[in-house]
């Protein structure tokens, strides 16, 4: 049986697809059986990110209809054997998404996949709930800043709340993936410190993702930066991410915390 | 001059944390945890009415989430001639 996980936010715009894509091809990297699905019916993105908005022939509100077979509408990565995408429909009205019909879709790819991430739309509404709501874990992307803090607070609540696990009375495990990091920012002390918002949501830290250039590169060339370039300061942050998903205990690295004396003159100059 | 400013200027994150910590408190004792509150509030205001007289106004349920242990804290005003009103 698989693991379903969920990448999931409140606010729009921090990084949920991006990190899905990310994770799901870092895990995929590994041999593991991976699933990426976008829950974001009517602004399907993920295909995109992926580089497979192309290949999306039959999507996830079709294997609920019964238009087609679940197998008929997984989409393989062409890098990766074992990375697949399950893409969100474009046009169609969004309560096609129903609680029956996703739970019958997550309980066939939990018996076929070894992860499968939920990507949820923003906002609280029927997406972001349906997507959370059949999770073994949950990924809670968030910027440093304040209305993104606020926002994963709210979301915090709804995962302890709106799950099948919070209403079976059992634990949802959470972590904070902490992405667009800027480590010259928060040392000058204009943006929250890592600590800062640790302390605020109280769960514990998955990963720091510094905020870089690569992971736009990389979205425009329609790859996830882990397989785009797996050198650069995002993918390694993503790869180590991955690793602790696992369950390794991995210590997390602030950025710029590492810098030599030298370094820390000429990064604030540079800013 | 751009040096100085550069100097005088005070950090905005630690406004940032500070303003986050009290709406937060706030909120996940309106917002996040409302079905349960409201439950609580409700029974208690039931148990306490039944020996002394309160005002519904006065009384404040506020559950605060914190990382090991979360905290419920009411506050019931409870006026000087309650007991002989509700006898």
């Known amino acids: ?271 | 001059m751009n040096f100085r400013r550069l100097f005088s200027r005070s950090q905005s994150a630690p406004a940032a944390r500070d303003r986050l910590q009290v709406l937060l408190a706030h909120e996940r004792a309106t917002v996040g945890g409302s079905d349960l509150v409201t439950k609580l509030r409700e029974e208690i205001l039931r148990v306490i009415a039944k020996h002394v007289q309160i005002d519904d106004e006065k009384v404040t349920v506020k559950m605060e989430r914190g990382a090991k242990v979360s905290t419920l804290a009411v506050d019931i005003e409870i006026p000087f001639d309650a007991g002989k009103k509700a006898a």
């Open chain 1, 1 to 271: 049986m698989g693991k379903v996980i969920v990448v999931t936010s409140g606010k729009g715009g921090v990084g949920k697809t991006t990190s899905s894509a990310a994770l799901g091809a870092a895990l995929a990297q590994n041999g593991e059986k991976v699933v990426v699905v976008d829950f974001d019916v009517g602004l399907r993105n993920l295909d995109l990110v992926m580089g497979a908005e192309r290949r999306v022939v039959y999507d996830l509100v079709n294997v609920i209809q019964g238009e087609a077979k679940l197998a008929q509408a997984l989409i393989r990565d062409k890098r990766v054997e074992t990375l697949y995408l399950l893409a969100a429909s474009q046009t169609r009205d969004k309560d096609n998404l129903t609680q029956e019909g996703v739970e019958k879709v997550i309980a066939a790819l939990k018996s076929a996949f070894d992860w499968v991430i939920c990507d949820s739309p923003a906002g609280i509404e029927r997406g972001a709930t349906l997507a959370m709501r059949h999770a073994d874990v949950a990924i809670v992307v968030t910027n440093p800043e304040v209305s993104s803090v606020r926002d994963s607070d709210r979301i915090i609540g709804l995962l302890d709340s709106k799950t099948l696990k919070a209403e079976n009375g059992e634990r949802m495990e959470k972590h904070l993936l902490l992405t667009r990091y800027d480590p010259v920012r928060a040392e000058r002390g204009d943006m929250l410190k890592v600590d800062d918002v640790l302390e605020i949501l109280s769960i514990p830290l998955l990963g720091i993702i510094p905020e870089s250039m690569d992971v736009l590169r990389a979205s425009n060339v329609g790859s996830p930066v882990t397989l785009a370039d797996n050198r650069s300061a995002p993918a390694i942050a993503y790869f180590e991410a991955a690793r602790r998903l696992k369950g390794e205990a991995l210590p997390v690295a602030v950025p710029g915390e590492k810098r030599s004396f030298f370094g820390k003159i000429f990064g604030r100059k540079a800013a």
